[in-house]
């Protein structure tokens, strides 16, 4: 397995530009969420979901767009990036069923905006 | 806000000493959990503690929970050199279990040999 695979891992963008941050998992986990981190704030969750077509806010959602069409995928949209989208971002994923309630991680993606 | 808070935000040790972090949070939880974060990579997860239990181990690990002070501690112990990391607490909340975790600002510890 994979696990959890995260693109591009760094990405430059300049202000007002919009890109989708791709994540994907082949573990058939159903919930799968977004975080950025950012210095000394740990990590922060922007979006996340509980299925496929079930999305819900985190704690900074503002500026991000997700869907979950596909178990698999959970991209998530930058609308119009601005500097304080500066960050990295990490995807990750759990299973529904089980007493284990571990998240696994992708690498991050390491996005700048100037 | 964010729901656990570290403490302390940094911890420098000696290979061979015990290395203990702790972890505050603020609502009624399912359980904590602890990650681990080498330095611009992923987070990995190390344990798990639920709310009904108050003590736990796993190789060099032990994690405590008092979930009347709202409180969680990381023991490592007889740390080495490739425990330096950031360590974060998670918490998943209550009516929540499992589907997103809300994490604290981290403690990062160094291992010097």
């Known amino acids: 397995n994979a696990g959890v695979t995260q693109t591009p891992k760094f990405q430059v963008l300049k202000t007002g530009q919009s890109m989708t941050l791709q994540c994907a998992q082949d573990m058939n986990h159903e919930y799968m969420s977004w975080y950025r981190q950012d210095p000394g704030m740990g990590l922060r969750l922007i979006h996340y979901?509980?299925?496929?077509?079930?999305?819900d806010q985190g704690e900074v959602p503002n500026g991000y767009n997700v869907s979950r069409s596909t178990t698999e995928d959970f991209p998530l949209r930058l609308l119009s990036a601005a500097p304080s989208q500066t960050s990295v971002y990490f995807c990750a994923s759990r299973n529904r069923g089980g007493s284990s309630y571990e998240q696994y991680f992708g690498p991050g993606t390491r996005l700048t905006v100037t | 806000s964010q729901q656990g808070e570290e403490d302390p935000q940094a911890l420098s040790i000696q290979e061979g000493e015990n290395a203990t972090m702790n972890c505050s949070y603020k609502?009624?939880?399912?359980?904590l959990q602890w990650y681990r974060q080498n330095s611009g990579r992923g987070l990995v997860h190390l344990i798990l503690?639920?709310?009904?239990?108050r003590e736990k181990h796993s190789g060099r690990l032990r994690v405590t929970l008092d979930t009347s002070k709202k409180s969680s501690s990381l023991l490592i112990t007889a740390s080495r050199a490739a425990d330096t990391a950031s360590y974060f607490c998670a918490t998943a909340k209550l009516n929540q279990a499992g589907t997103a975790l809300i994490f604290g600002k981290g403690t990062t510890l160094s291992v010097s040999s």
């Open positions: 503690i639920r709310s009904n239990e």
């Open positions: 979901s509980v299925g496929a077509g079930i999305t």
């Open positions: 609502t009624s939880i399912n359980n």
